[in-house]
């Protein structure tokens, strides 16, 4: 039995070592080869050929003296079948640690696989909207402490490559292979257990899945720092602060000629086009409140600069000179995430002078309350905010009510969630599309989900959004915005399978 399990992971192995590339091996924390891979197979698959002949000759040797042998001779074949049996467990040993070892690499990932139904009836206000899909998102992800202060992450994820805030593929194209690429990269310094320092391409600082502030794929390029004064307080008993860099883009354009499209976003010909980009710091303050309670508070602020390049890039002629150039790929059309209001219709500058947009968020939870033999936790969030970077239009708040959690089979989840994105209030590009479908600000939004357990990995998840619009145009103030007050109700309903593995 033991030269039997050491072939299978002698095989294992060796298609470990033909199908995953040689950085990925390593040995003590150094990469292997793989020359040297396949070299130490080869001497593995030698020595194992001669256990297994050692073994066959010890066997035929029992067989021949039909099991009358004295007992000095069984005292040798002891002493022979024993070393024999080591060096094999030896060898399993080192074959199975040849075949689980990437390199110190630990993978995970998650599939959904979702039924997406928008629709809304046509008035003189806005046209009728009825789109029907199947739609699924594949993500994988790859972890590798690089030493005890280093983190290395990788996601690779489907998508279309000219939409920033979706990792969903549509269930289109004929049969033409969808993209799969780099969702997230990022190297993660933790000098303590108090201090995360983090570059690459990552999720927001401040991201919390909530569907307000973001979206749940939208990643950013740039820098995190993350430091935490634990307290001896328990209401008070951390208090952590937060600060990310972003680079939106790089136009690279020292003197902007006056055909340029830059011109479009509010830029002079003959200057210099510099980058936009995003600052978030902020503070959040943690704590309990009795045996079974606990909350939190955050409070930060989002600062844009030269915001119009985002905006520029929904634009026809504005995504080549925002987009191509820094991916490296001629896309077919420009982002289509819109909401926000414009100077003009389906304009390149936005009506809000600024984005500094300063937020407060509050949560309150409790561990859980028994319903039979479940424990149903439940929490209430809180959140507003304001761009205070222009005067008008430009606040947005929500609500969330939340009970239960899926863990297992049989467990349940209940949420519901009414929200206000007004037209200036947050970049339309960035903040969530199923909250917002069309029109991801300038919204007012009911949402309701239930999530049921299928296994401990796999969930079905429903949720239903009824949207309508809050503002009209209003050209006497330059206000313009693509879905108008007085379009009929936007319903938009998501029915999904969410597999984590």
Do not use: C
Not at 93 to 122: C, H, I, P, W, Y
Not at 221 to 230: E, M, R, S
Not at 386 to 406: C, E, I, K, P
């Amino acid at each position: 039995m033991q030269f039997k399990t050491g072939t299978a992971a002698l095989v294992l192995a060796t298609f470990l070592a033909l199908v995953v590339p040689g950085p990925l091996l390593a040995r003590e924390g150094k990469p292997v080869s793989m020359e040297a891979i396949m070299e130490e197979l080869a001497n593995l698959r030698i020595l194992v050929e001669a256990q297994q002949r050692q073994i066959e000759a010890l066997r035929a040797a029992v067989h021949v003296k039909g099991g009358a042998a004295p007992e000095p001779e069984r005292q040798v074949q002891g002493q022979a079948q024993a070393p024999a049996a080591s060096a094999t467990e030896d060898l399993v040993k080192r074959v199975d640690a040849l075949s689980t070892n990437l390199g110190g690499f630990k993978l995970s990932g998650d599939f959904r696989l979702r039924a997406d139904v928008q629709a809304r009836t046509g008035n003189a206000i806005a046209g009728p909207l009825q789109n029907i899909r199947g739609r699924y998102r594949l993500r994988l992800n790859a972890d590798k402490e690089i030493d005890p202060k280093f983190r290395f992450h990788l996601q690779l994820s489907t998508g279309p490559y000219n939409n920033q805030i979706t990792n969903d593929q549509d269930f289109a194209g004929m049969a033409v292979k969808h993209a799969f690429s780099i969702a997230e990269g990022y190297v993660d310094f933790h000098p303590t257990s108090h201090v995360s320092l983090r570059g690459g391409r990552m999720e927001e600082v401040f991201a919390d899945n909530m569907r307000f502030l973001w979206d749940d794929d939208v990643r950013f390029n740039g820098f995190q720092q993350n430091a935490q004064i634990p307290l001896q307080s328990k209401a008070v008993k951390t208090i952590e602060f937060r600060a990310a860099e972003y680079f939106l883009s790089n136009p690279n354009v020292p003197i902007l000629a006056s055909t340029s499209p830059f011109v479009a976003a509010g830029y002079q010909p003959g200057q210099k086009v510099r980058a936009a980009n995003m600052f978030h710091p902020g503070v959040v303050v943690a704590g309990d409140l009795g045996a079974r309670w606990t909350h939190q508070t955050a409070a930060d602020i989002q600062l844009y600069r030269n915001q119009n390049q985002i905006v520029l890039a929904t634009t026809a002629t504005g995504f080549p000179v925002v987009i191509n150039n820094s991916i490296g790929l001629a896309l077919s059309g420009p982002t289509p995430t819109v909401g926000n209001a414009t100077t003009t219709p389906g304009g390149a500058l936005y009506s809000a002078s600024h984005y500094q947009i300063a937020r407060v968020a509050y949560r309150i939870s409790n561990r859980g309350v028994k319903v039979g033999k479940r424990e149903m936790p439940f929490y209430l969030d809180l959140q507003a905010l304001r761009n205070v970077g222009t005067h008008q239009l430009r606040d947005a708040m929500m609500a969330s009510f939340n009970f239960g959690a899926v863990r297992q089979l049989g467990d349940i989840r209940l949420l519901y969630q009414y929200s206000i994105k007004d037209a200036n209030s947050l970049i339309a590009q960035f903040t969530d599309d199923d909250l917002g479908t069309g029109s991801t600000t300038n919204i007012a939004v009911h949402a309701l989900r239930f999530d049921l357990g299928l296994t401990r990995a796999l969930q079905w998840q429903n949720l239903f959004f009824i949207q309508n619009a809050r503002r009209p145009n209003d050209p006497t103030q330059q206000f313009f915005v693509p879905l108008q007050r007085g379009a009929n109700t936007t319903y938009r309903y998501l029915g999904q399978l969410a597999f984590t593995f």
